[in-house]
């Protein structure tokens, strides 16, 4: 895995001058984890944070009576985990991979004396962060204003506009872990995603979906 590119490619990182970067890389630590292996649970010590080179990263909690809540997925290139960097806390939630995975994990001893030195690296987390508090404040809303089915809508002109905008979008979870990242069970989902086809909103094949009328989507 090249520690460079992938930082270097990073949305938290895009843009830095190359010696950042190579800083960077240099006290990055390379992880592999296999698929349902735990990365960390929440309560762990807040002792650094990661991104994702390769695969993709759940982030969940636990409800008091044992039922699994997604709160956003990662994939390549993503950081996660990094709030407690700033603050010490431990982790507000678990992450575990969904395949298998590879990670840089940033020390935060080493992290907070890099950035000490260079103030730059972390205007552009900043810039980062907020965006995440954003979508986290749309994923909250969604979650207790809207019903399900605007709640599936929304996130599939989500994944349009971060797939580039086509019309034509691929589920990269099982429907399962959509029904859960959306606050509902995989039975209600499917019916859902089957009325949705019946009104010619969308086309269904496996785990491409067409968007055969976004305007109408947005609409719902």
């Given at each position: 895995m090249d520690k460079k590119k992938i930082i270097s490619m990073s949305l938290l990182?895009?843009?830095?001058?190359?010696?950042?970067?190579?800083?960077?890389?240099g006290i990055a630590i390379e992880n592999v984890y296999g698929k349902g292996e735990t990365i960390f649970f929440e309560g762990d010590e807040g002792n650094g944070f990661?991104?994702?080179?390769?695969?993709?990263?759940?982030?969940?909690?636990?409800?008091?009576?044992?039922?699994?809540?997604?709160?956003?997925?990662?994939?390549?290139?993503?950081p996660f985990g990094e709030v407690p960097v700033f603050h010490g806390l431990p982790f507000p939630a678990t992450a575990e991979p969904l395949v298998k995975t590879r990670t840089l994990f940033f020390p935060r001893d080493r992290f907070t004396r890099l950035v000490e030195a260079n103030p730059a690296i972390v205007l552009k987390m900043l810039a980062v962060l907020s965006?995440?508090?954003?979508?986290?404040?749309?994923?909250?809303e969604n979650l207790s204003l809207k019903e399900v089915p605007a709640r599936l809508a929304g996130y599939l002109i989500y994944l349009r506009d971060e797939q580039g905008g086509s019309d034509?979008?691929?589920l990269e979870i099982s429907k399962g872990q959509l029904a859960s990242l959306l606050g509902t069970i995989p039975e209600t989902l499917s019916r859902i995603f089957a009325k949705m086809s019946e009104e010619g909103l969308i086309r269904v094949k496996g785990?491409?979906?067409?968007?055969?009328?976004?305007e109408a989507l947005a609409e719902k």
């Amino acid at each position: 895995m090249d520690k460079k590119k992938i930082i270097s490619m990073s949305l938290l990182f895009e843009g830095l001058p190359e010696n950042h970067i190579e800083e960077l890389a240099g006290i990055a630590i390379e992880n592999v984890y296999g698929k349902g292996e735990t990365i960390f649970f929440e309560g762990d010590e807040g002792n650094g944070f990661y991104m994702v080179g390769e695969g993709k990263v759940k982030i969940f909690k636990m409800s008091p009576a044992g039922k699994e809540h997604i709160l956003h997925i990662f994939g390549p290139g993503e950081p996660f985990g990094e709030v407690p960097v700033f603050h010490g806390l431990p982790f507000p939630a678990t992450a575990e991979p969904l395949v298998k995975t590879r990670t840089l994990f940033f020390p935060r001893d080493r992290f907070t004396r890099l950035v000490e030195a260079n103030p730059a690296i972390v205007l552009k987390m900043l810039a980062v962060l907020s965006m995440r508090l954003r979508r986290f404040a749309t994923q909250i809303e969604n979650l207790s204003l809207k019903e399900v089915p605007a709640r599936l809508a929304g996130y599939l002109i989500y994944l349009r506009d971060e797939q580039g905008g086509s019309d034509e979008v691929r589920l990269e979870i099982s429907k399962g872990q959509l029904a859960s990242l959306l606050g509902t069970i995989p039975e209600t989902l499917s019916r859902i995603f089957a009325k949705m086809s019946e009104e010619g909103l969308i086309r269904v094949k496996g785990k491409v979906i067409s968007l055969l009328d976004p305007e109408a989507l947005a609409e719902k």
